[in-house]
């Protein structure tokens, strides 16, 4: 037998150890499915309560340890103490939603006596005669044989979940506690610089009563990876993270369920009867805070003339007050984005838009991991940092004069996950809805805002199927109808 191996996770920061994680090869693999689908026939049979209460008992014990994770999540990813405990504090809610989804949902009656036509059609007295609708009184049509239709919703099988770096624990349960809730058994692969966090809630689950082998936990190379993308003992495969490897997911996936929730380069619109205050320090938190890793974090600013340079003038301000450092001390803001390599891509973006024209308003500067909070004005369309998604703590600004120009250019991208806009005019807001091709719109915010039971999801290639508990409860069962005829 093979000693096991262990991969050596280090902090984005620094570079220090901060633990080991198991490496799954090709027989934990196996093992890790042939568990997911036995644990399956036990999951799917488990009464509402008992996967709800399993589920309450983890946020219970989640807030028990909430320090650890909040510590493990800062030091694995990077991620500022401020911004892991947000996380942390959304995972109990996840989980906790998920226990209360789990007790109400259900199916629903399909009305099946709605046309009169059709009904006659498809229905006879109790003696096998037809029927008369038409010239039937109303004792007569309280007497008819009647039907009733029963749509139920059911576990559809074992889920591969595959998850980014960027959010290891939330993002992780908006794939793990639906399933669960709903009677599925789960095969988790984290990110490969993010995966103790997963182990502390594999942990967190087990401890709460979850059924073994209902969560694992692989840590594996992307060759066995895309092995269990294709192996069709899984029913369903749900991925977060770039939109090259989520469509080459879908390709390979077979006729399994795909869920994509992938990338964006979000704009925010910025009217001139907007709170300048408010939607410069909203920007601004959804731009460069934990250095711009979001996949609806804002990218791109549209801003009207008439109030550009005030507004502009306002955002600078806050951008050089956020402060830059080590992740893992209290009130640092930005820290470093996940490793150098990331580092050197988003900087290369920033050189070649600065030399293609644009200009640098504040920041664009690197040491080793960490990118300065930047501004860029002047930038256009053909550039990598106005085109692609940054995932960097970039922001570009530029002015609009007509709103509809504004919105055009918003939605002037193959990406549609998220946008903003800051206006006091709901004409303007109906109207963006109906033009702008996202997921979702904020209105008086910014892209960043998600609550974890909100629908959430992509148009274009920012994905496909939606996110957040219910909704994700809908993807991850089937419906069977079930249909009586009865006097």
Request: glycine letters at 8%; charged letters at 25%.
């Amino acid at each position: 037998m093979n000693a096991m191996q262990f991969d050596i996770i280090r902090s984005p920061f620094d570079g220090s150890p901060v633990g080991q994680m198991p490496v799954s090869d090709a027989a934990a693999v196996e093992a890790a499915i042939n568990a997911a689908e036995s644990a399956f026939q036990v999951m799917r049979r488990l009464p509402r309560f008992a996967r709800a209460d399993i589920l309450a008992r983890a946020a219970e014990i989640m807030k028990a340890r909430r320090n650890e994770f909040v510590s493990t999540i800062a030091a694995e990813a990077g991620k500022p103490l401020y911004d892991a405990r947000g996380e942390v504090a959304r995972s109990i809610f996840n989980l906790t939603n998920a226990a209360a989804e789990a007790r109400r949902y259900g199916g629903h009656e399909i009305p099946l006596d709605m046309d009169a036509g059709v009904y006659e059609y498809q229905t006879t007295t109790a003696d096998g005669a037809p029927l008369d609708l038409a010239n039937a009184d109303f004792e007569q049509l309280a007497s008819i044989r009647r039907r009733i239709g029963i749509a139920r919703r059911f576990p559809i099988g074992p889920i591969l979940a595959i998850a980014p770096f960027n959010f290891p624990l939330n993002l992780v349960l908006h794939k793990v506690a639906p399933a669960l809730a709903v009677g599925n058994s789960v095969v988790l692969k984290p990110a490969p610089q993010t995966p103790l966090t997963s182990l502390l809630l594999a942990e967190v689950l087990t401890e709460a009563g979850l059924p073994k082998g209902a969560l694992s936990v692989v840590h594996c190379s992307v060759p066995l990876a895309e092995q269990m993308v294709k192996d069709e003992r899984f029913a369903m495969v749900t991925f977060t993270g770039s939109a090259k490897v989520g469509w080459h997911i879908k390709s390979i996936a077979g006729k399994k369920k795909v869920a994509l929730e992938l990338g964006g380069n979000a704009a925010v619109i910025v009217c001139a009867d907007a709170d300048l205050d408010l939607a410069a320090a909203r920007c601004v938190r959804g731009g460069v805070v934990y250095g711009g890793q979001y996949c609806i974090g804002v990218q791109r600013i549209l801003v009207e003339r008439k109030i550009h340079d005030e507004f502009v003038e306002k955002l600078t301000s806050k951008v050089r007050a956020c402060k830059v450092g080590d992740p893992m001390q209290e009130g640092v803001d930005v820290g470093p984005v996940i490793d150098e390599g990331s580092a050197k891509r988003i900087a290369s973006w920033i050189d070649e838009a600065s030399a293609a024209g644009a200009k640098i308003l504040v920041g664009g500067k690197r040491e080793r991991a960490v990118v300065e909070p930047t501004v860029m004005a002047g930038t256009k369309s053909g550039m990598k940092i106005e085109d692609e998604e940054v995932f960097g703590p970039v922001l570009t600004v530029n002015p609009f004069i007509e709103f509809e120009d504004a919105v055009r250019r918003a939605n002037a991208t193959r990406y549609g996950l998220q946008g903003g806009m800051f206006t006091r005019d709901l004409k303007r807001a109906f109207s963006a809805i109906e033009e702008w091709d996202v997921g979702g719109l904020m209105v008086n915010d910014v892209p960043i805002y998600r609550l974890d039971n909100m629908p959430f999801g992509g148009w274009k290639e920012s994905g496909i199927g939606r996110e957040g508990t219910v909704f994700a409860m809908d993807d991850m069962t089937d419906i069977k109808h079930l249909v009586i005829n009865y006097a």
